[in-house]
């Protein structure tokens, strides 16, 4: 009887640190120190959200740069199932479906050599925003061809869209797929208006 109210006041005092204060704290700090992100990095475009900064897209139309694959269920890039498949590199499953993805990037003509693998593999997440540079080169002729403008052009777009390391040393160059794409129809669009 003498451990009930100790027990109670304990329990009371944890339920309002670690369900009120603590996160009442860690939601200011990241308000205060990465407010876009701690709001979802949310991309808009005339007035309307196109997107994230943080979460990948299905682009299917030739005219675009193709994010990673992803291994989301039920759907593609479903950001309430973060998942990767969970297939082992030796998983028939797996290997049929880069073998496939290998085919379908190889079956334009606009495209040269062996796609890079962040093309043919999901991410952990299945939700990964960015491409490796390689990625992004690799698909420059075939979005200059579908928009009718010339690769070089193009590459120009590429190059300043690629994020170096984080603080110079953490991970790898890499080009967000949607800030690239948003940026592609905006630049191409003017040029065409222009013309």
């Known amino acids: 009887m003498s451990t009930i109210r100790p027990t109670l006041v304990l329990f009371l005092l944890l339920t309002l640190v670690t369900g009120a ?10 308000q205060v ?14 007035g309307r959200a196109v997107g994230s900064e943080l979460i990948g897209q299905l682009f299917v139309s030739p005219a675009y740069f193709w994010s990673r694959p992803s291994a989301t269920a039920p759907h593609a890039y479903n950001a309430a199932s973060s998942s990767g498949s969970n297939l082992g590199p030796t998983n028939p499953a797996l290997v049929d479906a880069v073998k496939r993805r290998i085919e379908a990037l190889q079956a334009d003509p606009n495209v040269e050599g062996p796609p890079p693998v962040d093309l043919v593999t999901a991410s952990a997440s299945g939700l990964d925003p960015h491409i490796s540079p390689a990625a992004a080169e690799y698909q420059i002729r075939r979005v200059a061809a579908a928009r009718g403008v010339s ?3 193009v590459r120009e ?5 690629i994020e170096p390391r984080t603080l110079g040393v953490l991970g790898e160059p890499r080009v967000n797929v949607l800030l690239l794409n948003l940026d592609l129809d905006r630049q191409f669009a003017a040029k065409r208006a222009a013309e």
């Not at 777009?157 to 869209?161: D, G, S, Y």
């Open 21 to 30: 204060i603590y996160p009442a704290l860690v939601t200011g700090v990241a």
């Open 33 to 46: 120190v990465f407010p876009d992100a701690a709001n979802g990095s949310v991309v808009e475009r005339n």
């Open 151 to 153: 690769a070089d052009a």
């Open 157 to 161: 777009l590429v190059k300043a869209h």
